[in-house]
């Protein structure tokens, strides 16, 4: 089953403004905002993140490479829920990015990696086997993917401030490996050491598919007559992304069982094999398909003052086979602009499964090039997070260059 999560490279400090390359990441629709960029282009477009639900970066400092008297154990398990502990790594780049009016398409590269590892694991290691007790691990699980994506993607307004959008992607898969079954049982008693197990895989090293988005979008400039209706000034964004049937991983197929069995009373007879039994057995896979998470992005963004603007982001996460909420993040963001050349973001948000999730971005205006910097922390600020997101962008024409006439808090002055 294919995993996703809220690691994405940069878009611009309010994803819920911007139009071009980072518009069609949030929202095809948004390509066609009445203020939009010329010819732009992406030179670096990157981001990198890593978080589990169980440790903070202060507590792997702490007990890296030390001792660890009992005080430190019942720390770190104290740490681990009920469920396990879970690892997750995604990285994202573009290697090409490129936007005209309503007009846009990349090329990027994604990878990720998950792990579910038992709680009984854990404690096996940390606190060695226990007589008579049993332990497990059952719903272990593992799975990595790298996948290749082009897309293009075009909006067209309907009206002054009404706009649609699609995009379509080419997905070729180049590598997946996945745990398709766990099982394994560890027990020791006075008499006797036991301990069984079944783990099977599959991987495969190329594979392809296609993904559409679509997505709607409304605006309603601020007028210049303060009196004028209350609802002026807001910018709402629907988008439905990576609407597909799937991956079909055809090349590289291979799939595998180990089944082992120990049943001995020392360690004499374990070293020489005896009473230990184990069958492998590897054949050429079967073509098989993987799932896209269908990704939901829903943004309300409103403008305050000539120099701060806002947005409300709620971006659930749809298995579609089965249908299930798989993951889900609501936020705020805030995005000041210090300068006409220096735009600053916060976002303060929700996420389904790690908690609370706070991020700065920031962005440097210098003619034509505009660089984005950020980062998110994740459960936590700074050592006391149990993740981290890094961002980092160059673009060539995403912004045009403002007169002060112009309104500084747009993401893209009026050409």
């Known amino acids: 089953m294919a995993g996703v999560w809220f690691v994405t490279i940069t878009t611009l400090v309010n994803p819920v403004l911007s139009s071009g390359p980072e518009g069609m990441q949030f929202n095809p629709a948004q390509l066609a905002y009445s203020e939009r960029p010329g010819f732009c282009c992406k030179i670096l477009d990157v981001g990198l993140g890593f978080d589990n639900n169980s440790f903070t970066f202060s507590q792997y400092n702490r007990y890296t490479g030390a001792y660890l008297d009992d005080q430190a154990k019942a720390d770190i398990l104290g740490s681990i829920p009920r469920s396990g502990v879970n690892l997750r790594l995604a990285g994202a780049g573009r290697a090409a990015e490129f936007g005209y009016q309503t007009f846009a398409a990349n090329i990027q590269t994604t990878c990720r990696a998950e792990v579910d590892i038992p709680r009984d694991v854990f404690e096996l290691l940390l606190s060695g086997n226990k007589l008579d007790r049993q332990y497990s691990a059952r719903g272990a699980r593992a799975e990595a993917e790298v996948l290749f994506r082009s897309g293009v993607g075009a909006g067209t307004a309907v009206g002054r401030d009404f706009a649609l959008g699609m995009a379509v992607h080419y ?124 990704r939901v992005n829903l943004g309300l963004g409103s403008r305050l003052k000539e120099w701060l ?107």
């Open 171 to 294: 997905l070729r898969g180049l590598f997946r490996a996945e745990l398709t079954e766990c099982e394994v049982q560890f027990l020791t008693t006075n008499e006797k050491l036991f301990t069984n197990g079944r783990v099977g895989y599959r991987m495969a090293t190329g594979g392809s598919g296609i993904s559409f988005d679509a997505g709607v979008a409304w605006w309603s400039d601020r007028p210049e007559d303060p009196n004028d209706r209350w609802w002026k000034g807001w910018w709402l964004s629907l988008a439905c992304l990576d609407i597909s049937p799937g991956i079909l991983w055809t090349d590289g197929t291979e799939q595998g069982v180990l089944c082992f069995r120990l049943d001995s009373a020392n360690a004499y007879e374990i070293s020489r094999g005896e009473r230990f039994s184990h069958r492998e057995e590897l054949v050429a896979g079967e073509p098989f398909k993987t799932m896209v998470p269908m």
């Open 309 to 415: 603007n806002n947005a409300l982001l709620v971006q659930p996460v749809l298995d579609v086979s089965p249908f299930a909420l798989r993951e889900f993040r609501c936020g705020v963001l805030s995005e000041l602009w210090l300068r006409e050349w220096l735009p600053i973001g916060c976002e303060v948000a929700y996420q389904k499964g790690r908690g609370a999730v706070i991020g700065v971005d920031g962005a440097l205006i210098m003619g034509k090039l505009t660089f984005v910097l950020g980062m998110s922390d994740v459960t936590g600020l700074f050592l006391a997070a149990k993740g981290a997101e890094l961002r980092l962008s160059i673009a060539y024409g995403a912004f045009n260059e403002r007169k002060k006439k112009e309104r500084p808090f747009y993401m893209h002055a009026s050409e």
